[in-house]
């Protein structure tokens, strides 16, 4: 079993005006975490094919996405990524001079273990 939790305030876009527009839009302060647990995984050649469930801004959704494996001094580091759509969990597109972003939002994970 895998359970991922992350703070939204550490989604980073590379720009700190949007960042800060960003968790205003996310209600970082009424929704603060993103927690996925898995419910199997499944290996595909060199790679692991990860199902479970989201939970993001108070909805959960089914997902899925391929991560990658590296082992490296007798840790598991995981990297892979996934799209979401942010009408799934009921959140506006923010926008920019009236001009709305898309509605897919590009999350990234690199985790390592904590454990050797």
């Given at each position: 079993s895998i359970h991922v939790k992350a703070s939204v305030e550490s989604f980073r876009t590379g720009n700190s005006s949007r960042d800060s527009h960003e968790?205003?839009?996310l209600q970082a302060f009424k929704y603060?975490?993103?927690e996925f647990t898995s419910d199997s995984v499944?290996?595909?050649?060199k790679?692991?094919?990860v199902f479970g469930q989201l939970n993001f801004h108070g909805v959960?959704?089914?997902?899925d996405f391929v991560v990658t494996p590296e082992y490296l001094n007798g840790k598991v580091?995981?990297?892979g990524n996934?799209?979401?759509?942010?009408?799934d969990y009921k959140l506006e597109r923010p926008s920019l001079l009236l001009v709305h972003t898309d509605d897919d939002l590009h999350i990234d994970l690199d985790v390592i273990s904590p454990w050797p």
């Open positions: 968790l205003e839009i603060p975490w993103v499944r290996h595909e050649e790679v692991y094919r959960i959704r089914p997902v580091r995981v990297k996934f799209v979401v759509l942010l009408s």
